[in-house]
Structure formats: C-alpha cells, structure tokens
Nanobody, 134 residues
Framework: QVQLAESGGGLVQTGDSLRLSCAASGRSISSYTVGWFRQAPGKEREFVAALSWGGYIRSGDYTYYADSVKGRFTISRDNAKNTVFLRMNSLKPEDTAVYYC??????????????????????WGQGTQVTVSS
C-alpha cells in the first residue's frame, strides 16, 4: 500500500504562490502516475495536474494540466524524497479548494483522457486546504 500526505496549503492573496507537497510512504512512487485534484465547496472534484513515468527510454515524466492552471502550475517529483510537488503561481480566488494527491501504479495505462479521471487512481491523501483571498 501507499500512504500519501499532502502539505503546503494555506491562506494567501491573489497573485501569491504556494508549493504543495505530496509525500509518499509504504513504497517508492518513482514510476507511479501521480495526480493532483481539487474540490471547492459545493463543487465536484476536478483534475488539476498529473505526471506519469516516461519509462526507461524517455528522460523525464509526461505532464498533464487542466486548462485552468496551464502556465501557472507546475508538477514535479523528487524521487529521493519520494515526493511530488505542485508549484502554484499567480493564484486566483477560484483556485480556492482542498487539494488532494493520488497515485496509480505504472502498470495502469495512462493517456490524456484517463489521467484526468479519479477512477485511475488507487490511493488518495487526506487533502490540504488552499484559500486565495481577493
């Protein structure tokens, strides 16, 4: 099993930046697909960003972003720390939500269609609150 713990959320102002962390334990997630989702009050959970392992030939991960965060958010991983990060710049009030990370093993096929669905992921963290004031 994989345990995930998000951190780094907080209360910020419009235009500020935050870096969320998703620390994994239980096993290495260096080859896993890791996604970030968010859920605002009264709204459905939505995909934010994900990365999937590029394999033994490709150097680096494949990355995927929701249109609403493209150009502002960056997902990355540090295998030595078994942690995935979500760097969020130019934050807006509409980014306010609880942010969750989730993982799926590399055995699961991933593409731009499947990566945005929560059904792909097996393990989820408890979430971290991000609040952006106007």
């Amino acid at each position: 099993q994989v345990q995930l713990a998000e951190s780094g959320g907080g209360l910020v102002q419009t235009g500020d930046s935050l870096r969320l962390s998703c620390a994994a334990s239980g096993r290495s997630i260096s080859s896993y697909t890791v996604g970030w989702f968010r859920q605002a009050p009264g709204k459905e959970r939505e995909f934010v960003a994900a990365l999937s392992w590029g394999g033994y030939i490709r150097s680096g991960d494949y990355t995927y972003y929701a249109d609403s965060v493209k150009g502002r958010f960056t997902i990355s991983r540090d295998n030595a720390k078994n942690t995935v990060f979500l760097r969020m710049n130019s934050l807006k009030p509409e980014d306010t939500a609880v942010y969750y990370c989730a993982t799926a093993p590399s055995s699961k096929s991933v593409d731009s269609r499947t990566v945005v669905s929560g059904d792909l992921y097996d393990y989820w963290g408890q979430g971290t609150q991000v609040t952006v004031s106007s």
